[in-house]
Each structure stands twice: as C-alpha cells, then as structure tokens.
C-alpha cells in the first residue's frame, strides 16, 4: 500500500513574472516529488504534485512565499490519493 499523496494547489499573489514556476520546479525535483505547474490566465499559478506526505508538506510550505520576487497572498489546496502517473515535476502550458 503507498504512502503517496496528492495535492492540487491553487497558488494566488504576484506568482506570474517572476520565476514563480521554474522555482517551484526546482524545488519539487529537490524534494524527489512529481507532478506540473503552470500558469492560469487569471493571474495565479496551478500545481498538482505527488510524494510522501512529509515532503509534500515541505512543498507545499515552499509555496507559501515562493521564490525571491514573488508576493503569495494565499494558497488553496485540494488533497487526494496519488496516481502514480508522472514521472518527474514539469512546467506545462498556461490554461
């Protein structure tokens, strides 16, 4: 039985322009995690990420200040059971 979790975040603030989900990217690798980020065209950035809980949580508090420039003012999540279906941490395409 895996230990793996799921979290699908909805990150709000100045997160578009300034390295926000290359950074983001980077540290999900750090961390050993999978998943994507993207850009929304309302102005936030989208992740879904999966991996043991305890990291999870560290990417997720990450994402709270985010790289150097950015100004997070909120993070909305949604948990789940993980997948399985990705292979590494990749920036997709703006939805």
Known sequence: MSTQRRATL???GTVQGVSYRESARQE??????????????DGSVEATVEG?????????RWCHTG???????????????????????TVERTS
């Open 67 to 89: 790289p150097r420039m950015a100004r997070v003012t909120d993070v909305a999540r949604t948990d789940g059971q993980a997948s399985g279906e990705f292979r590494t941490f």
């Open 28 to 41: 999900a690798l750090r961390l050993g995690l999978s998943g994507w980020v993207r850009n929304r065209s």
């Open 52 to 60: 043991e809980p305890g990291v999870l949580e560290d990417f997720i």
């Open 10 to 12: 909805r990150i709000q």
